[in-house]
């Protein structure tokens, strides 16, 4: 079974920066891959996605603070948050597009002064 391990997150300032990162137990290269939220009591959602050839799509509330990135040869998804804010607060999981892996615990982000 596939497994997914979230890590990187943690307490930062408005306006600061984390990187989080996802390791996959296979390969990912011929995946199209994403970073989700679910901030506290709402819906998860994406915030990033990645094709397998490395094409990227925001929505635009991440639109330019957010850069979602991949090393295939370490199976590995990350993803450079900058310009945080309080509202950028939730646990953060990484999965395919589409067609998704079982969940990881997922890592907690939370922005506040």
């Known amino acids: 079974q596939v497994q997914l391990r979230e890590s990187g997150g943690g307490l930062v300032q408005p306006g600061g920066s984390l990187r989080l990162a996802c390791t996959v137990s296979?390969?990912?290269?011929?995946?199209?891959m994403a970073w989700y939220r679910q901030p506290p009591g709402k819906q998860r959602e994406l915030v990033a996605s990645?094709?397998?050839?490395?094409?990227?799509i925001y929505p635009d509330h991440v639109k330019g603070r957010f850069t979602i990135s991949r090393d295939d040869d370490k199976n590995t998804l990350y993803l450079q948050m900058n310009s945080l804010k309080p509202e950028d607060t939730a646990v953060y999981y990484c999965?395919?597009?589409?067609?998704?892996?079982?969940w990881g615990q997922g890592t907690q982000v939370t922005v506040s002064s």
């Open positions: 999965n395919r597009l589409v067609i998704f892996f079982p």
């Open positions: 296979r390969s990912t290269s011929v995946y199209h």
């Open positions: 990645i094709q397998s050839g490395g094409a990227t």
